[in-house]
T-cell receptor, first 112, second 116 residues
């Protein structure tokens, strides 16, 4: 079945460091890919998405490129801030299905 | 503000109580969802409704009873819960898949439930 695998956390970085959170997927067809973020005490918010191969989603300095050849959608940011501390979820959905499949989440902590 | 509103934000209930969680979406979506998020566990999809009809029930115990009176409202009725049911319950909505690609899902802020 379809699935999403993302790197286990927690990930701890210093402020202004470069961030990569790996995400790979298994799916038939052509899924759309998402990154969601959950700040402490809140629900999930859509961070960025890509709906077809080679698309790049970007928001708030974060980027992820839909790589069909490697079935990956890694999240990157060039310079993280303390306010980026949160749990990040990679996810996929297909237009033929009415649900979205989430990875297990990666907790990110940024030190001042 | 995501367009999905959940109430109450926090709920403490005893194991013999009956309570309900409410979700309302203002996005014109046709699909609505309940997810459970427990500490140190992945997000668990509980129920999916599409055009008010339940399309998925992921083996959820009957002490959780969903209700979807229309495409904008979703309830989760709770009765005789157990302490291990304490979690964050997230409501979400999305466009019906047949109306567009991508199927972006929008979440509410969640209802924190504590069962004592």
């Amino acid at each position: 079945g379809d699935s999403v695998t993302q790197m286990e956390g927690p990930v701890t970085l210093s402020e202004e460091a470069f961030l990569t959170i790996n995400c790979t997927y298994t799916a038939t067809g052509y899924p759309s890919l998402f990154w969601y973020v959950q700040y402490p005490g809140e629900g999930l918010q859509l961070l960025l998405k890509a709906t077809k191969a080679d698309d790049k989603g970007s928001n708030k300095g974060f980027e992820a490129t839909y790589r069909k050849e490697t079935t990956s959608f890694h999240l990157e940011k060039g310079s993280v801030q303390v306010s980026d501390s949160a749990v990040y979820f990679c996810a996929l959905s297909k237009s033929s299905a009415s649900k979205i499949i989430f990875g297990s989440g990666t907790r990110l902590s940024i030190r001042p | 503000e995501t367009g999905v509103t959940q109430t109450p934000r926090h709920l403490v209930m005893g194991m013999t109580n009956k309570k309900s969680l409410k979700c309302e979406q203002h996005l014109g979506h046709n699909a609505m969802y309940w997810y459970k998020q427990s500490a140190k566990k992945p997000l668990e999809l509980m129920f999916v409704y599409n055009f008010k009809e339940q399309t998925e029930n992921n083996s959820v115990p009957s002490r959780f009873s969903p209700e979807c009176p229309n495409s904008s409202h979703l309830f989760l009725h709770l009765h005789t819960l157990q302490p291990e049911d304490s979690a964050l319950y997230l409501c979400a909505s999305s466009q019906d898949p047949g109306q567009g690609a991508g199927n972006t899902i929008y979440f509410g802020e969640g209802s924190w439930l504590t069962v004592v």
